[in-house]
């Protein structure tokens, strides 16, 4: 232990560090182990820490039982299309706001920062019936168009673009560049770091969704991985080991993109406490 | 632009200015307009018909009437009500202030060189990772009599806690899933705030010989201030909204301990169909958040321009 600390009070930090990591990814690894048990050893005194026998039906019963392909696919592509449009949206209108001189911009942007302190939580029963005169509960539409856009991403794209010098937009026009492609090909690739912190963001946040599925959805076929988790919870509470392989599935993506994009999952989250 | 154009005649160019100016106007216009439109559609609209809203009696199936304040004053009165504001105001409290100590102290203890720093990080920051549901159905299964909670207390020989079957611990059980969820968000916060203290101030504190706690009390945390006070605002806010764990694991109960204030109008609404009172009681939950939000936007905000 000497080489790892210096001193006793190095030891301690370590030692709690250590307890915090332990703490962090033990409910992953219930997760994964309990999807592995059978179910007459999941709760046995003393625990199985470790699956004995192991059991790898779960995952292909849980399968079975409902078709949680579909509740796969439909919050895939439910949170490809509501990243997409943020991302699309949010940088254009924060191009606008930051590049652009017209009457009533500021009022506009404060207003489009406000809508922050509307979130679903206070508004979902208004917004329920709105979309009702939409005809959009059960239709795609429903779930995703009213999150293409909120506040917060047009104010990082905002506070990003003020990074870019005009002069380069200046010069693109100079140079007859129209103002839709110097958009899509000098200030969008400019703002590849912020984007990709954004996607990444709002691609979570979008994985996540439970409430506004729960309210405006009822036909299976439109099930997201959230809502099809809790039923199954609610209705098959016995098959814990299916539970936790599905459970598991869930997790799978958010994983992946942690591993992948780490660096811009956690820069979205470091920015989206940042004023600059 | 338009810098050599000195002998060039004064009104058309002027005009063509003008007319430039006016193009990039309305190009300015018309790439904020989908953004403006579906945030007064799906966020203004909505807001303003809460309020509306709140002052009829409306089941979705008879039309609505108007029944003024009633559903506010009935509010004031009704236990269901001014319980689940307290359980909020638990929540609250008892997530966000742990939150704020242990993200800030990971954040200062990842912020130096130490051996496996990366990984021991990426660890604490899992919970981050993992979705909503997810996290309440694992953590109500660890939450079992005999389970891998009570299995953990019992070596350091505490006996088993019936979490999600007392009114008692149920509440803590969630703000302990908080807790275990928001840390690492706002230690990722955190970080990049100590990135920002230029290393200087730590490198003259250690010339003048200053201790650990020293350079914490003196630099750390009056250098962190502006990031302390958003980490503050915004875990309020985000506390205050939670609902999806409560209703997945307790739905409420038991004997209301969970009822947060989010929950309550989403089962007023949904469960018992009651629009006016959920609304009503919306409107209450917004004054809440409009008072940390618009504290959070000063905070964004300054220094702008």
């Known amino acids: 232990m000497g080489r790892l600390v210096r001193h006793r009070g190095g030891l301690v930090k370590y030692l709690f560090l250590l307890a915090v990591a332990f703490v962090g990814l033990l409910p992953y690894y219930w997760m994964l182990s309990c999807s592995l048990k059978t179910n007459d050893n999941m709760f046995l005194v003393p625990l199985q820490w470790i699956p004995n026998p192991v059991n790898w039906n779960a995952y292909g019963d849980a399968w079975r039982t409902q078709d949680f392909t579909r509740y796969f696919l439909n919050s895939g592509g439910i949170a490809v299309a509501i990243t997409a449009g943020n991302l699309l949206l949010a940088s254009l209108a924060g191009y606008s706001l930051c590049k652009f001189r017209y009457f009533g911009r500021g009022a506009l942007f404060l207003m489009i920062l406000s809508t922050m302190m509307l979130p679903l939580e206070v508004t979902m029963v208004p917004l329920f019936l709105i979309v009702k005169t939409l005809d959009w509960p059960n239709t795609y539409e429903g779930l995703i168009v009213p999150f293409l856009v909120d506040g917060f991403g047009v104010f990082l794209m905002r506070q990003y673009l003020k990074s870019i010098p005009n002069e380069l937009i200046e010069a693109a026009r100079i140079d007859g560049a129209s103002e839709l492609r110097i958009f899509f090909q000098i200030v969008m690739p400019l703002c590849k770091p912020a984007l990709a912190a954004l996607g990444v963001f709002t691609f979570r946040e979008a994985w996540d969704m439970y409430i506004w599925p729960l309210i405006i959805v009822t036909k299976d076929s439109l099930r997201t991985l959230p809502l099809g988790i809790s039923l199954f919870m609610s209705s098959f509470g016995t098959a814990w080991d299916q539970l936790m392989a599905v459970a598991t599935i869930g997790t799978l993506p958010m994983i992946l993109l942690f591993f992948f994009l780490q660096r811009s999952f956690i820069q979205g989250i470091a920015i989206s406490g940042l004023k600059e | ?140 299964f660890m939450y079992h009599q005999d389970g891998v909670v009570n299995t953990i207390l019992g070596w350091f020989g505490i006996d088993p806690v019936p979490w999600l079957r007392s009114s008692t611990w149920a509440l803590w059980a969630v703000i302990i899933i908080g807790i275990w969820r928001a840390t690492p968000y706002y230690m990722v916060i955190f970080l990049a705030g100590l990135q920002a203290i230029p290393n200087e101030y730590y490198e003259a504190a250690k010339i003048d010989g200053a201790s650990a706690w020293t350079e914490f009390r003196h630099i750390t945390l009056p250098l962190l201030k502006p990031t302390t006070l958003l980490v503050m605002v915004m875990s309020v806010i985000v506390a205050m909204k939670v609902f999806a764990v409560p209703l997945i694991m307790t739905g409420g109960g038991p004997a209301d301990s969970t009822r947060v204030l989010p929950l309550f109008i989403y089962q007023t609404a949904f469960e018992f169909f009651k629009m006016g009172r959920a609304a009503a009681m919306s409107v209450f939950l917004f004054a809440a958040v409009m008072v940390f939000t618009l504290f959070q936007i000063r905070l964004f905000s300054r220094g702008e321009d």
Request: with cysteine; charged share 15%; proline share 6%.
């Open chain 2, 1 to 140: 632009m338009g810098a050599t154009a000195t002998a060039a005649p004064r009104a058309p160019r002027r005009l063509l200015r003008l007319n430039l100016a006016a193009k990039h106007a309305l190009f300015g216009y018309a790439i904020l307009l989908p953004t403006v439109a579906i945030l007064v559609v799906f966020r203004f609209l909505p807001m303003l018909q809460a309020f509306w809203i709140s002052l009829h009696e409306y089941d979705l199936i008879r039309p609505a009437r108007f029944v003024g304040l009633e559903n506010f004053i009935d509010l004031l009165w009704d236990p269901l009500f001014l319980n689940s504001a307290r359980v909020s105001v638990a929540y609250v409290v008892f997530s966000c202030v742990p939150v704020w100590v242990l993200s800030l102290a990971l954040a200062v203890l990842f912020n130096r060189e130490i051996r496996a720093r990366n990984l021991l990080r990426s660890a604490a920051f899992m919970p981050v990772v993992m979705p909503m549901v997810v996290n309440a159905l694992v953590w109500t």
